[in-house]
């Protein structure tokens, strides 16, 4: 069973928005650290934002700061990333992942892949210009 599922992806159109929902399976979505990331074609693994486990502190790459928004429903043990006025550049598969650790300050443990636990198996965002 995979632990995380995300869903929402699709094609766009640059300046168009996309919201991505990552839901938990079997797991304790509210004791970890939530983290997206993305691949483009080519490229490694990249950050992309994370938030807290109770939603209070969210950080981004500097790449999506003031177009994405973080958030996240315990209940419902869905985190969500709203994606407003798309790029070209940001089409990738998109991934949501969960750190059982508390939050840090240190930017490092946040933005590197091997701090988080469990992956889903991406979602596909393609934006045209």
Known sequence: QVPLVETG???VQAGDSLRLSCA???LTLSSGVMGWFRRA???EREFVAAISNSGGSTYYADSVGGRFTISRDNNKK???LQMN???PEDTAVYYCALDKSPWSSNRVVLTTTTSYDYWGQGTQVTVSS
Do not use: T
């Open 41 to 43: 074609p080519g490229k």
């Open 9 to 11: 992806g699709g094609l």
């Open 78 to 80: 869905v985190v969500y």
């Open 24 to 26: 938990a399976a079997g």
């Open 85 to 87: 006025s798309l790029k």
